[in-house]
């Protein structure tokens, strides 16, 4: 099992910047595949963006070049600096660890964390 706790979330103004976090509860960047989702009301789930064990990212077209993930693997834990933020990213933001080899699928959950975009 992996627990993941967001934090960093917030109401900030449009144009505005937020830093999220996600500290995982074991070391698990070296073989999962770490993501940010999120989800508006009314709306599915959505990918903000995933970076692999080896460091591959991708970033849903509506966040690049305003969004980077990174990760710090001393401290366990994944960020999202979000920048140049507008109302559409309102959403709460969930922190995902998906690990797959043969019949082996894991995957996790944090419970979110909600950013608001608003004047």
């Known amino acids: 099992q992996v627990q993941l706790v967001e934090s960093g979330g917030g109401l900030v103004q449009p144009g505005g910047s937020l830093r999220l976090s996600c500290v995982a509860s074991?070391?698990?960047?070296?073989?999962?595949?770490m993501g940010w989702y999120r989800q508006a009301p009314g709306n599915q789930r959505e990918l903000v963006v995933t970076?692999?064990?080896?460091?591959?990212?991708n970033y849903a077209d509506s966040v690049k070049g305003r969004f980077a993930i990174s990760r710090d693997n001393a401290k366990n834990t994944l960020y999202l600096q979000m920048n140049s933020l507008k109302p559409e990213d309102a959403a709460v933001y969930y922190c995902?660890?998906?690990?797959?080899?043969?019949?082996?699928?894991?995957?996790?959950w944090g419970q979110g964390t909600q950013v608001t975009v608003s004047s």
């Open positions: 074991r070391n698990i960047f070296s073989t999962y595949t």
């Open positions: 970076i692999t064990n080896g460091g591959t990212t």
């Open positions: 995902n660890a998906a690990f797959s080899y043969g019949n082996i699928k894991n995957n996790f």
